[in-house]
């Protein structure tokens, strides 16, 4: 079984690399809360998921001191897992929430855009150390998709035609 997580900064591509990760056939899930991976990994396997494309990261709130240990705990019992590390420089970020009408998960009325990617990159500390980091700052959305394709070995010669009609 392989499961692949995906962590790091808001606004620097986790939706890109999980939408790549489904194409591929995985069973993705967005926003999942550390203390559940493994029980959902564990679910998942008991349904016949064989690829699990998990998106973990600070909006759960808890502390990612327990990452490494979970990451320990799924390579003894056999899984394959590989953890990709999405960041950005702090003006990316910066530019990129103030191009979208989204607010950063951790910012509020006290808390200022530039405090909350700070505030993040605290709390993700731990994750960030044990993956495979790459920082989007000067990518293009298609360059990311490029470097999650190759990192778990997608098979390019396959195509996938999306066809949208406004009309």
Not at 85 to 100: P, Q
Request: neutral net charge.
């Amino acid at each position: 079984m392989q499961v692949v997580l995906i962590s790091g900064l808001s606004g620097s591509g986790k939706s890109i690399a999980t939408a790549v990760l489904e194409d591929a056939g995985y069973y993705c899930i967005d926003n999942l809360p550390i203390s559940l991976v493994e029980v959902v990994i564990r679910h998942l396997c008991g349904a016949g998921q064989h690829k699990i494309g998990i998106a973990v990261d600070a909006r759960g709130g808890e502390d990612f001191a327990a990452f490494p240990a979970l990451l320990d705990k799924l390579k003894t019992e056999g899984f394959d897992v590989r953890v990709i590390f999405l960041e950005a420089k702090t003006m990316t970020l910066v530019k990129r929430f103030s191009e979208t009408r989204r607010r950063h998960p951790l910012s509020s009325d006290t808390v200022s855009l530039s405090e909350a990617i700070q505030l993040e990159r605290e709390k993700l500390g731990s994750a960030a150390e044990h993956a495979h980091r790459i920082d989007t700052s000067d990518l293009s959305p298609s360059a990311l998709r490029m470097w999650i394709k190759d990192l778990i070995s997608i098979d390019r010669s396959r195509i996938t035609l999306l066809f949208q009609s406004f009309g």
